[in-house]
């Protein structure tokens, strides 16, 4: 899928760019004339999609988005290039078979799929605001609903219960209370931010898990999206002209779509905002 409107003179900034549905969305977007920063984990990997894209000013970032000291610097580094963010695609994410904490003390999951896109987010706001009109675009999943419930605030990190899928589910409901209250506080300022579904998607998302994880993928393969398939609705939000002003919405298969019930609930996305506002250092206000 080609995006709906050309991208020239717009720069995207890319979380997880090198695999999958974000490295499909990466080189859709950088044909369509848009200037990439690419925020990768492996620089071998982040050299290998430059030379992949588009003809282009682009540049990579490198950072483990697991460890927040690493977020911190990416932004930074984002932001001494002096350069627009049009648009910032939330796409990194994980999921772990057991439960392990990061450097910082965070369940990994969490960290890498809520705290990292939180904290890149809020700290290039300003960057965003002065490059109006912009767009932040969080990569969702319909496995929220596997918390079959609001958000357990007494389990965010799998404290009390660690169940691999349920725990995946809960940190993709984050993604979209957090797009949520994010629309409320950017309105009026010239920002949009949506969040989406992208489908079941055969990409590498699990198979760092050991071999019980990757024979699953591999069974599951025949059924899934292409990551060209699965990347269409991130290159919808990010480009087309349709949902110029739209925010606050969950996307699947570039329309709107139905969320559970529960995912937007307001009190839910206000306190989640809060929490980790405190856990990442932020200004809650």
């Known amino acids: 899928m080609s995006p709906t409107n050309t991208m020239a003179g717009r720069t995207c900034v890319i979380t997880g760019a090198t695999n999958g549905i974000g490295r499909a969305a990466a080189l859709e977007l950088a044909r369509a004339g848009a200037r990439l920063v690419v925020v990768c984990r492996n620089p071998t990997k ?3 999609l430059l030379t992949e894209l588009a003809p282009g000013d ?5 950072a483990d988005l697991e460890h927040l000291d690493e977020v911190r610097r990416a932004a930074a580094e984002i932001i001494a290039m002096n350069v627009p963010v049009h648009v910032l695609l939330n796409n990194a994410g994980i999921v772990a078979m057991s439960r392990s904490e990061t450097t ?4 990994k999951t969490f960290a890498v799929n809520h705290l990292a896109p939180f904290l890149l987010t809020n700290l290039l706001l300003d960057t965003l605001a002065t490059s109006t009109p912009a767009r932040i675009v969080s990569v969702a999943s319909d ?3 596997f918390t079959r419930g609001r958000l357990d605030f007494d389990n965010l990190q799998g404290e009390r219960v660690y169940r691999t899928m349920r725990h995946y589910g809960l940190t993709k409901l984050c993604n979209i209370l957090f797009t949520v209250e994010l629309a409320r506080r950017i309105e009026g300022r010239g920002i949009t931010a949506n969040s989406l579904h992208p489908g079941m998607v055969s990409t590498g998302l699990g198979t760092n898990n050991g071999i019980v994880s990757k024979v699953g993928v591999a069974l599951l393969r025949p059924f899934a999206r292409t990551p060209e398939r699965g990347a269409e609705s991130s290159i919808y939000l990010c480009s087309s002209s349709e949902v110029a002003g739209e925010s606050g919405g969950y996307y699947y298969n570039s329309k709107p779509y139905k969320a559970a019930g529960y995912a937007g609930n307001t009190e839910d996305a206000a306190r989640l905002w809060k929490l980790s ?3 990442t250092g ?3 206000d």
Do not use: T
């Open 46 to 48: 982040a050299d290998a």
């Open 58 to 62: 682009h540049k990579a970032v490198i």
């Open 104 to 107: 910082d003390g965070f369940e």
């Open 143 to 145: 496995a929220h609903r």
């Open 277 to 279: 506002c405190e856990l």
């Open 282 to 284: 932020l200004d809650a």
